[in-house]
Nanobody, 121 residues
């Protein structure tokens, strides 16, 4: 199997910063894209940022210029540096990876359990 474990969620004041981490482990043959999604109470899960294995990134308009996604391919880990946080960034943040296991010939999506980010004074 493939497991994704997030960490770094916390309570932070508006204007503050947080860094989320997500480590993938298990019988991983290859990981294609990795990304972060978030879900606020009463809202649908939405894409925050993605990064390909080659380092190409994309961001939701709402976080451009404030969030930075990066990954360490050697460690199968993806990060999300969040600066200038706003109350509307409050949500559960989920890690996502498109990966292939050694025992399969196809890629599929995997999800982490989520980490809570709360932005409040």
């Amino acid at each position: 199997q493939v497991q994704l474990v997030e960490s770094g969620g916390d309570l932070v004041q508006p204007g503050g910063s947080l860094r989320l981490s997500c480590a993938a482990s298990g019988t991983i043959f290859s990981i294609n894209a990795m990304g972060w999604y978030r879900q606020a109470p009463g809202k649908q899960r939405e894409l925050v940022a993605t990064v390909t294995s080659g380092g190409t990134t994309s961001y939701a308009d709402s976080v451009k210029g404030r969030f930075t996604i990066s990954r360490d391919n050697a460690k199968n880990t993806v990060y999300l540096q969040m600066n200038s946080l706003k109350p509307e960034d409050t949500a559960v943040y989920y890690c996502n990876a498109v990966a292939r296991r050694y025992t399969t010939s196809y890629f599929r999506e995997y999800w982490g359990q989520g980490t809570q980010v709360t932005v409040s004074s």
